[in-house]
């Protein structure tokens, strides 16, 4: 699956966002809500999910070459949830995904 050139965007219909290509293939996902994010972050919500080699196919996030590596903090919502209740003293979050 080709890149997308630097500064032009692409709709993957599949995960309804947008994806801007980026110059060193940092590119930049619009979600629906809220900020921006990575290729990795997207993956991580939506992308992993494809099961189908239809759905595959047309998503536009399937490289993961391109998406690069998924932290955990890609799971989550914008706020580092473990990172803020770690600051405050207290016990982590059972991780929601386990
Ligand atoms: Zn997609």
Known sequence: MPSIPPGARQRCNLCQVEIQGMVGGKDLVHFSQGAP???AKLWARV???LRSPEQCSQCLNQDPTLR???TSNDYYAEAP???VAA???LPAEPDPLG
């Open 37 to 39: 994010g990575t290729r």
């Open 47 to 49: 992308c992993q999910y």
């Open 68 to 70: 690069g590596e998924v």
């Open 81 to 83: 949830i473990l990172d």
């Open 87 to 89: 600051s405050l003293g």
